[in-house]
């Protein structure tokens, strides 16, 4: 069984950094798919990135396109989003997910596994 723990979140001011982390278990993660979800109150979740984890191949939301930065580590079994030039419309709760699939996907339904989410504030 999969399991994903996120870390990282907290508040910071605009224009900061952070970086979350996703330490993955329960599976050999080469035949993954790892995203970056974010989700605020009322709304939908949102797709931030995704990487495949053997390749490294990615995939960004417009909305954060040249600011935030998806890794792995494959001996750490550990994922990363640095998230950079935050805004204040960056804040949400951020969740990691895992899809067993070859290519990258977007779609909140097209992933298997959740963790269980952080907090990220970004303070005008």
């Known amino acids: 069984q999969v399991q994903l723990v996120e870390s990282g979140g907290g508040l910071v001011q605009a224009g900061g950094s952070l970086r979350l982390s996703c330490a993955a278990s329960g599976r050999t993660f080469n035949s993954y798919v790892m995203g970056w979800f974010r989700q605020v109150p009322g709304k939908e979740r949102e797709f931030v990135a995704a990487i495949r984890w053997s390749g490294g191949s990615t995939l960004y939301a417009d909305s954060v396109k040249g600011r935030f930065t998806i890794s792995r580590d494959n001996a750490k079994n550990t994922v990363y989003l640095q998230m950079n030039s935050l805004k204040p419309e960056d804040t949400a709760v951020y969740y990691c997910?895992?899809?067993?699939?070859?290519?990258?996907?977007?779609?909140?339904?097209?992933?298997?596994?959740w963790g269980q989410g952080t907090q990220v504030t970004v303070s005008s």
């Open positions: 997910a895992a899809a067993l699939r070859f290519t990258l996907a977007t779609a909140a339904h097209e992933y298997d596994a």
